[in-house]
């Protein structure tokens, strides 16, 4: 027991001040031995599960909550994501594009993380789809940066109500 009586310590008190930096290391590491003993499927199913609850999304559930609330239907609700994220329509169809890689686990050390960890945005993405549309929606991730591409980009497979 501790002095405050409880049994467990405050976990402010156990991480150091430079949690970020080893933070990243120890899952780039992580990350590194996955692949090098685990099978991809499991890894990609992993990753992906990780992303539905990532703490560095761009978009908060309250935020896609707001939108699909103000939403008049499913399409209103994707033109809508068009203007307040990086939803893109090109040609009828719809991608998640982005410029470069945001997450605070790469930053600029694209060379250090490999294409896998990109199953976590697209984990992310298909969780924010199932909020605002409400169904399960298919999405292929056809670009990625940490795979040597000038941009990461999911095709949303939406098919007509």
Same mark, same amino acid.
């Given at each position: 027991?501790?002095?405050?009586?409880?049994?467990t310590?405050?976990?402010?008190?156990k991480?150091?001040?430079d949690t970020t930096?080893?933070t990243?290391?120890?899952?780039r590491e992580l990350?590194k031995?996955?692949?090098? %003993?685990g099978?991809?499927? @499991?890894?990609k199913?992993?990753?992906?599960?990780c992303?539905?609850r990532?703490?560095?999304?761009?978009l908060?559930?309250?935020?896609?909550l707001?939108?699909?609330?103000?939403a008049t239907?499913?399409?209103?609700?994707l033109e809508?994501l068009?203007?307040k994220w990086?939803?893109?329509?090109e040609?009828?169809q719809y991608?998640v594009?982005?410029?470069?890689c945001y997450c605070p686990?790469v930053?600029d050390?694209?060379e250090e993380?490999?294409?896998?960890?990109?199953?976590? @945005?697209l984990?992310n993405?298909?969780?924010?789809?199932r909020?605002?549309?409400?169904?399960?929606?298919?999405?292929e991730?056809?670009k @990625?940066?940490?795979g040597?591409?000038?941009?990461?980009?999911f %095709?949303?497979?939406?098919?007509a109500?």
């Amino acid at each position: 027991m501790y002095p405050n009586g409880s049994t467990t310590e405050k976990m402010e008190e156990k991480i150091p001040p430079d949690t970020t930096e080893k933070t990243r290391i120890r899952v780039r590491e992580l990350l590194k031995n996955m692949e090098a %003993h685990g099978d991809s499927t @499991t890894i990609k199913t992993i990753l992906e599960a990780c992303g539905a609850r990532c703490p560095f999304t761009h978009l908060p559930d309250e935020q896609l909550l707001t939108i699909k609330a103000e939403a008049t239907d499913p399409n209103d609700f994707l033109e809508m994501l068009c203007q307040k994220w990086r939803l893109k329509k090109e040609n009828d169809q719809y991608y998640v594009v982005f410029d470069k890689c945001y997450c605070p686990l790469v930053l600029d050390d694209t060379e250090e993380f490999s294409g896998t960890l990109c199953h976590c @945005t697209l984990g992310n993405i298909k969780h924010k789809l199932r909020i605002g549309l409400g169904r399960e929606i298919e999405v292929e991730m056809q670009k @990625t940066i940490l795979g040597g591409d000038d941009e990461c980009r999911f %095709h949303l497979k939406i098919e007509a109500d």
